[in-house]
């Protein structure tokens, strides 16, 4: 990936796109964890939206890593920023397993959109249904619990971010 773009930084531009998708499908994940109608109406696309997240942090943090080394200095604002860069893929990754797994207990699949479910049985489909409601439940605590938690690191590392570059601006 080239260290710049029309001459802005690769990672200036990189970092609005990851800023904006995490929250946003956050947002989406914690609507479908708290509103099961939305999460079958949307299916997989918050679920696709993490996934896309995900794909983002790594490079954001690497065109963020180019971007210090070019600018050579030592800057224990930047310093942090990075720290606080670096922890957020765990917290995306998790927040994507568990949207497939909310996906996957709320029994979207793959076919979801076009064919109808077949019918099991009324008895084995009640205590099926009953067990998966019950995962459902647990996995959107979880979802709704990661997403704060995903959006309030973005919001940090955001912050960090800004204080090193603005940090003095403005002042005489």
Request: avoid cysteine; charged fraction near 10%.
């Amino acid at each position: 990936m080239p260290d710049t773009v029309s001459g802005l930084p690769t990672h200036a531009l990189i970092v609005h796109a990851t800023v904006v998708l995490i929250p946003l499908a956050a947002a989406l994940l914690a609507l479908s964890a708290l509103w099961p109608r939305l999460r079958r109406t949307l299916g997989p696309l918050p679920t696709l939206g993490a996934a896309v997240a995900l794909i983002l942090v790594p490079i954001t943090t690497a065109t963020g890593d180019k971007l210090r080394d070019r600018l050579g200095v030592d800057n224990p604002l930047i310093n942090r920023h990075a720290d606080l860069g670096e922890q957020l893929l765990p917290w995306v990754a998790a927040l994507f397993v568990a949207a497939v797994l909310l996906l996957w207990a709320d029994g979207w699949r793959p076919t979801a959109w076009s064919t109808p479910a077949p019918g099991t049985g009324a008895r084995a489909a009640t205590a099926t249904g009953s067990r998966m409601r019950v995962v459902a439940l647990v996995v959107s605590v979880i979802v709704l619990a990661l997403a704060v938690v995903t959006v309030v690191e973005v919001i940090r590392i955001g912050h960090a971010g800004a204080e090193a570059v603005w940090q003095g601006v403005g002042t005489s």
